[in-house]
Every structure is written in C-alpha cells, then in structure tokens.
C-alpha cells in the first residue's frame, strides 16, 4: 500500500484533512474510490473508539402512540429504545451467525428439543438489581404466555416447558428446532427484571444506556449506564433520538449537522445525499423484500399458469432500477435472498411476456386482473404497480390499479384481499421466514400457500443439524414456492442510512438498518 | 349593556351545545373508519390470538354506545381518560402539546397580527401606487404557495445554507426559553406568510370601506395629516370585521398547522391527533376534537363580544 496514501487516511482519522479532499488525492495518487475507502475506515478504526459526546440520531418510523413496553415495539423507533435500554439473550452477528449478549454460551440436546442457555454473571439491572436466569425466564414467560400481545408471540409457540436452574436457562420443545437461538435474538425480547411483569414500560434493562427523557414519537435521550458490563458497546456519553418522519426534513437535518446520522434515505435522493459535503451514505444489502401478493387457493389466482403468467410479465431489473434506484437486488419469487444463513441459488426467472402470454392462455382466463396497492404498501408501490401494468400489458395481460388509502390497508386489504402490493422485512433464518408466512398454518400465510410436500420439509429442515442437507432441503423449499406460491417477489430493498463524518466506527451489520439499530452505540463522536 | 350581555350568554350556551354535537360527530367519525385500535397498535404483525387479547385488554367488545357514555361520564367530571395505544393520561399529554400549540400559534400570531394590520394601513395609505400593489401581490403570492414549499424553501436557506436556524423544531420541557424561541423561529415564519394575506386584504378593504364615509371627508378637509384619519378615525370604525379575520386565522394557527408540524418536527397537537387517528385510539381523538372544537368556538365568541363591543349602537341600546 502507498505510504502517501496510508499517511493521509490517518491525518483524516485525526481530523486534520476531509473525507473528501481525501477521495480526491486518493483518486490522483491512482486508487479506487473502494480501495480509499477501506484504507480510510481502517484508519478510523485503528484510532481507536472515543469516548464521550452526544450521538444525535433522526429516525423514520416512530409515533406519539408508541409504548416503552418492548413486548409492543412495532417500529424502527421503537426497536432502537429497545435496544438502548434492554439486551437480549443473543444478538444477530455481522457474519450471519450468533454472538453472546446476556447468555454466554448455549447448546441443544442431540435432537435440537431442549436448549440451554447459560446467564452472563455479574450483569446489573438499571435499578441496580442483578440480572438471574429467573428474570429471563420471567421476561419469556410474558412474551410466550398465551394471553400476551407480544410482537414475538408467534415466534415461541412451539417451546412446551421452561425453568431457571442456577445461572441456566432452560428451554423444552414440543418439536425440534435447530434455529431457537436465533428467534431469541429478536427485538421485542428484552430481559427485564422479573420479566417486566410488574411494571412492562419501566425501560428497566441491563443495556448500554438509560433512558432519561422519553416524549413517544418525539424525542428520546439516553446517558450511557455506567456499570455496563461491555467495553466495546455504547462510545457516547448520551444518545439523542428524534423522530423525524418527513423525508425532506430528515435529510436537511443531517445537511445542517443538526444531527449525525438518518435511516431510510428515500431512494431517489440517495446519490444526492451522498454527494454532500460531510455526509457518507451506506446503502446495505438486507433480507427485506417488496412484493407483488397473490391468494393461491382464491380464483383466478387459485390457477398455477395465471400465476406463472404474472410471474412471466414482472421486468424485475426495471423494478429494482427505477424503484429502488438500483439500491437493491432482483428477487427471484421467494421470499430468500443471499443474506440467510443456508442459501443456495436457483435459476433466475427473467422478464419474458412470450412465456407470459402463453401461460396466460393456457390458463384460460379472460378480461383484466384487480392489482390494490397503497402509497405504505412500499415506497413507490404505485409506480411499481403500474410498470408492472405496463410489461404484463406487452404479454397481453390487462391489470387494472386499483389505489388504496394507506390508512386502514394492512387491516382491509393485505390479508384480506387476493391480489395487492405489500412489503416483508427479513427473519434471521429461513426457518422463521417460511413459518411466518407460508406454513399452511401460519398466521400470516398471506399467500394463502397450501403445500403439504413443503410444510414436511420445513419441519425436517427445522430438525436437520447438518448444514449440507439443510441447504438441500431449502433450496427445495425455495423451488417450490419459486414454481408453485403466490408471492411474485421482484427486489430485495438496501436499507439506505446516511452517516454524517463528525461521527466514525461504521461496519457491516445483520439484520435492520443503521447496523441493526446499534448504529448509535457501535459509532463514536470524532471531534 | 343588558342586550350585549344576553348575546354573550346565549353564544356561550350554543358553544357548549356545539361541543356535544361535535362530540358525537367524532365518536361516530371514529367508528365508521376500517379496522379499531388492536388491528391497528399490531399493524402487519396481527395474529388472531394477540389481537384477541389485545381486544379484551382494552375493552372494545363493549357496544359502541356503552362506550361513548362512559367517555361522557368521564369528562363530565374532568377527566379525558387513558390512551388506549400507549397507556399514558391523555390530560397529560394533551396538555403537554397544547402547550406546544399555543406556544408556536402565540410566537405566529405576535409575528403576523400587527404585521398584516400594519401592512393594510400602509395599502391603504397608498391606495392604488405602488407600495399597496406590492404588498398585495406579495403576500398573495405567499398564500398562493402551499405551505410545505415554504417551509422547504425556509429550510433550504436559513437552515441549510446560511445555517442561521435549526431546521428541527422540536422542543422539549426544561429546555431554555431563548433555545425554545429560536427553534420556532422559521416555522412560525412560515405560518406568518401563510396567515398574513388574509388579514391583510381584509383590514385593507375594511378600512377602504369606511373612507367612503362623510366624516372621513370632513377630516381630510379640516387637513388632518392621512394616516392620523386612518389610525385613529377609520380603524376603530373597521375594527369588527378585521377582528373576525383575525380570530380566524388565530383558531388556524392552532388547529390547522399539522403539516408545518411535520415538516419542521415540532411537537404540537396536530402531529399528535393524526397519530392517533392512524391508530383508532378513540379517547385521545375525542379529547383533542373537542380541544380543537372549544378553541374554535371561544375564538368566534371573542370576536363576537368584540364586534358587539365596538358597535355603539349594540352598546348603548335605547
């Protein structure tokens, strides 16, 4: 590596040359902007965190009808107060896999039914209690009971029995499940004293901060707990969170340095944003996905070639081009991409309106298909609709938009009607995506996806811990969602954060935006 | 004075007669609209079990009427209930925002009142020349523009480029009350350019309409200087319909800001209405309808005793 270039990525890591005039030198010296950039963020990284300041964080998603109670987090802002306060048993690692937070170790019976976990000693409670395996037992037994409105609920079905012995936690099955671990990492599973069965909104947890002033959908602010047992997590003195839901706003908010960095930079303006002075934008590959949702079991849709047909006229590169402005990947009509665990690829279904049209034929269905959509459904869920109107039109497929108020859709329509637009964000495993929404009994099976052959494969899967044949076994999965399901999925959205140069220590994350909601925690004030 | 206060009282009854039917109205409003406040709080993430238990917990299997009466009850004896979505004391929290409102609708209001009424006098000043025909146009150009675009534009040069104001307004308790001034700064500006026409035009042809009068003629013959006949001879006599526009746009600055309130973040009633609609929660929604209601009609009474206050004849009647 050029020493010039080595010796000006450590004057930037000490603030004595922009990011920018960085870039610049970097280019004439003859590198990469990639290249300038990893040098520059390893140069950060190798100065080491710094401790103190406030972190000043604007985020989309958050209202003044949000409760502290983490069994109701039901958005972005209300899944990083979670994470602020409260810790969870484990945490989604960068590389996909797991790493330790309140537990220090877990194993699983030979025939993955039984799990233990082992507690973390020596861990504090914000109220100065000590954190005991009977807490955590306490918290899974409110999100696990069945009279409980938890997020999660639906995730802890299958566990039979449960108790505390010394520091382990213990966890029974009624059927195996290779992938308990991680449905524990999910955000509405905070460990509270007592599992916050007396008082569920007190915020009272063992994570890096303590909440101090709280006004829901407004602001939050945080003071770093000083018994954290964790060195490297929480660099801040103080976090301030402010809900600013009005795209526009959100971004002049980090323009004029108000604050320091934004989630959900609306695709359109992302190559503006990044082209700002003192603003870096990361637009991250994620597991979340927009889709086009059929009803397979409801006419027309209860026909495998019209649902070809609509699969067949989808131009998923224009979608991901001029929807997501190319911060995405195509989809391939399941709801997998290569940021799970166990992928294997399947062969690419591509635009072909010649197949489209044949399959539409051959389904025999004759006048215009209702496609509903919102303005909530996704970002840019109208235009998408209507590209799609446009290239089913070049295979002779008529679709007629039918525009929905984005108030009351996920109650009137998503779920209820058999053709409309709608969005999934990602599960840590396949297992967890499948058993959501396309299990003949899952809850959510918008789909409306009856296949016996896969319901056996995603319970052998779910009991199968070698990784080889797991693999197998969801590619098959895949395959027949691919041929035989009612999602048309075409693009995986990036999730789009911008982080302003006042602050350092960004890196690669799973999960949710701003490196899975611990953006604020894991990054430190600079200057 | 026996007639003037006979027409106070008798407004101030069908105030109180109008809050009830916009009570109803609302409550009515709140069930016509899809989906209730469990499907609602669960969003996409509703099972059949949770929003079940959800539903009992928050006591929706109750009929509608039962429901209202309860609520009825309730503030007849002063108190607006708990929200259902987050389990706070909505007195609380509306009190909170309605501090916000008024704050911003008073720091608007001190901007734009005298501004808009200055402004008339100067246009009628100069009727018909140049500086009346430039603040017409001016301050109709602004009015003409919806104030999202205002706003964007205020941020984009004072908050952005010049950096003068913060762009988020967001205030908070304990904060300091020049911090808290300059927060408002631009989004009170805003509300003041969107304001300003209205009473602007009004005080303007308010005034216009009574130098047609005999005894303004009179005064200008006795050489009285011209805008000592429109200060103290024109505008007491111009006062009532003036003052009306004026209340008016006073009730908007409180109960019609919600999209200044998005765009510059600031924590008001109207954010925290919408909020609340979006999720069916029916107590915070009635409580805020009827905040918004009694402003709405004690503004219009204002203006009401004002006018009848002002009128000699509603004064002193024979």
Redesign the interface.
Known sequence: MNDELKYLSQQVARKRLDRRSFLGRAGALGFSAATANTLLSSAVMAQGAIKGGTIKVAMQGGASTDSLDPALAANSTAAMVNRLWGEPLVELAPDGGLEMRLATEFEASADATTWTFKIRNGVTFSNGQTLTAEDVLATLERHANEDSTSGALGLLTSISAMRAEGDAFIIELDSPNADLPFLLSDYHLMIQPNGGKDDPTAAIGTGPYVLQSVEMGVRFVAEKNPNYWDPDLGHAASIEMTVINDDTARVAALQSGQVHMVNRVPPKVASLVSRMAGVEVHSVPSAGHYVFIMHANTAPYDNKDLRLALKYAMNREEMVEKILFGNGSIGNDTPINASYPFFSELEQRSYDPDKAAFHYNASGHDGSILLRTSDNSFPGAPDAAQLFQQSAAAAGITLDISREPSDGYWSEVWNNQPFCTSYWGGRATQDAMYSTAYLSTADWNDTRFFNEQFDQLLFAARAELDAANRTQMYADMGMIVHEEGGLICPMFNNFIDAVSDDVAGWGPSKGFELMNFYGPMKMWVTS | MSLALKLIAQRISLGILMLFAVSILIFVGTQI????VA????????????LA??RA?LGLNEPAITRYFAWLAGIATGDLGT?L????SVSE?IG?RLGNTLFLATVAAVMSVPTAILLGLIAVRFKNRWPDKMISGATLACISLPEFFIG?LL??VF??KL?WF???A?V??GMPFGDRLQAVVLPAVTLTLVVLAHMMRMTRAAILNVMQSAYIETAELKGLAAFKIIWKHALPNAVSPVVNVVMLNLAYLIVGVVVVE????Y?GMG??LV?????R?VPVVQACGLVFAAIYIGLNLVADIVSVLSNPRLRHPK
């Open positions: 609209l899809p989906g209730d499907q609602s709080i669960l969003g996409q993430s509703a099972t059949p079990e949770s238990n959800l917990e929200a979505t987050s389990g706070q929290a909170l964007y941020i984009l908050g952005v950096g913060p762009t988020v967001t908070y308790e998005v765009i510059f973040v924590p954010q925290y909020d609340h609609v979006a999720k929660d």
